[in-house]
């Protein structure tokens, strides 16, 4: 299992949402298997995606994809920041 954190930022968050959730099916297809999306707390259109995924492989091979290029070009994306992450240790307080 693998955890990615995409910080980018979108010109209308609106707009992204929409290609977001109508993706939700390609994601889960391709390995995601949950998903938070955060917002900077000064930049309503300073996105933080973080999910887990089936495995690292696979949310790399969804996320370099030329299709999800293209999304990202159709949905005003600006220099995604990937980060791929292996879990050690969570718990809850």
């Known amino acids: ?43 309503t259109n300073k996105i933080v995606h973080f999910s887990k995924w089936t495995s690292i492989a696979n949310a790399k091979a969804f996320f370099e994809s030329d299709k999800l290029v293209e999304i990202r070009k159709q949905t005003g994306v600006k220099s995604p920041e990937f980060v791929y992450l292996e879990l050690l240790e969570e718990g809850l307080l």
């Open 1 to 43: 299992m693998g955890h990615v954190l995409i910080i980018h930022e979108v010109e209308d968050y609106q707009a992204w949402k929409l290609i977001f959730d109508d993706a939700a099916v390609i994601r889960k297809n391709a390995g995601e298997l949950s998903y938070q999306v955060l917002k900077y707390d000064n930049n």
